[in-house]
């Protein structure tokens, strides 16, 4: 990896691309800093602090802007959660599928609904940390409601500019570098946690050199799995169109181990953190009571969560990659441009030999996505160890790390050929 950056750094259009997009995440950081006028940042920093809510992972990918109450509090979520929604409703709904399939000019279309729903939805998720955040806003009244979801909706739409223009101008996707970048600027605080329990004799220095290899051996292993895939070979047929042939060539069809990335986790922390979250806008529930023995059975610390979030993983991987991969779609493309998977006739045969192969693929997947998402509250329940950085964040810093170097493998293959060319 080090040697592409130096060879793509030789390269002086990549190294104005590299540069701009330092400058970008740059900014970003500078931005996290920034405060939002009428908010107590104490209230903000023991909310993300607890580590029962998704507080929590929400101050991790932002790089504690929301502990710091700044502008980029709400980060790029209110982004990722309109691009899901306008991707299964392009499923659901004819005209947003039609446009999908326009080339250029339809995915521009429907990256500027993604825009207007992100930025409706940053003020509906502004107003509701509004009203849940209680303790958290100094002075209530229609001027700070104003202020405050105001600021945040900008903030949201100023980080989907930034990513845009790192997508365009830069290296890489932008809104997942961004992600990147917050994710890893916490690394720090975290090393600093574990020395801190290492001086406080929490942790000797046999169990913190075997988590330093353990946590080498979860990355290899997450680096293994993201680049793995299931080839189904195609063949297509020779036709003869005038004096030319065409076809005859062997190529096939890529069905990636980890096809739906981190969504599923996405999906399921979200529905494992709604009750913590909602009880964090009350006063904490007496001992002995319903509600106190309930949020302690679902605590995330607790055998309960790590299992039924194991399973909600698992089925939000199925769920996620029946509505964006479509088996029947795939063979129908096949056979209208003559190819077929040796031994399987076209049609429903080859589409349901795909979905088969699917199944056995995304199952493995699933479990480990799964297992990696749950690795750290079986690691503190078992062995006592707080990992900071979890499952979810190392997923996404690897995945994030290995397709930013594939984009910058393809711009330097891409301007070799056009130098042999010319």
């Not at 005209?95 to 409706?120: F, W």
């Not at 979810?392 to 330097?412: N, P, R």
């Amino acid at each position: 990896m080090f040697q592409i950056l130096k060879n793509a750094w030789k390269i002086p259009d990549l190294r104005k691309r590299i540069l701009y997009t330092v400058l970008l995440l740059l900014v970003f950081r500078l931005g996290s800093f920034i405060p939002v006028p009428g908010l107590n940042r104490e209230a903000l920093q023991q909310l993300a602090s607890g580590g029962n809510s998704i507080f929590g992972f929400l101050d991790t990918l932002t790089g504690g802007a929301f502990a710091q109450a700044s502008i980029f509090a709400m980060s790029i979520s209110p982004y990722i959660t309109a691009s899901i929604i306008i991707n299964l409703l392009t499923v659901a709904i004819p005209s947003l599928e039609r446009l999908a399939k326009e080339g250029e000019e339809g995915r521009k279309i429907i990256a500027q609904y993604t825009r207007y729903a992100t930025v409706v939805l940053g003020f509906i998720q502004a107003t509701g940390l509004y009203f849940g955040l209680r303790n958290a806003v100094n002075e209530r009244g229609f001027l700070s409601y104003i202020t405050i979801t105001l600021t945040f909706t900008a903030g949201t739409a100023f980080l989907m500019w930034l990513g845009e223009q790192i997508t365009e101008k830069g290296v890489g996707n932008g809104i997942s570098l961004l992600i990147f970048a917050g994710i890893v600027s916490r690394i720090p605080f975290g090393i600093n946690v574990l020395y801190q329990n290492y001086l406080n004799q929490n942790l000797n220095i046999f169990t913190l050199l075997l988590f330093v290899v353990f946590a080498l051996a979860v990355i290899a292993a997450i680096v293994v799995m993201t680049q793995g895939e299931r080839r189904v070979p195609v063949q297509y047929a020779k036709r003869v169109v005038g004096r030319k042939m065409y076809g005859g060539q062997s190529t096939h069809i890529p069905i990636k181990v980890n096809t739906a990335g981190v969504i599923p986790i996405i999906f399921a922390m979200s529905i494992m953190a709604f009750p913590s979250t909602i009880a964090s806008f009350f006063s904490e529930p007496a001992p002995g009571t319903f509600w106190y023995g309930f949020l302690n059975f679902i605590a995330p610390d607790s055998w309960f969560y790590g299992v039924f979030y194991f399973v909600l993983i698992i089925f939000f991987t199925f769920f996620y990659t029946a509505i964006t991969f479509n088996p029947i779609e795939i063979a129908n493309n096949m056979k209208k441009n003559g190819g077929f998977i040796p031994g399987i006739r076209p049609g429903k045969p080859t589409s349901d030999y795909i979905n088969k192969v699917l199944s056995r693929v995304i199952i493995v997947g699933a479990m480990f996505i799964g297992a990696i998402a749950v690795l750290p509250i079986f690691l503190n329940y078992g062995v006592g160890l707080n990992v900071y950085l979890g499952g979810t964040s190392l997923l996404i810093v690897v995945s994030v790390a290995l397709e930013t170097v594939k984009q910058l493998e393809s711009q330097m293959l891409m301007r070799h050929y056009k130098g042999f060319l010319e």
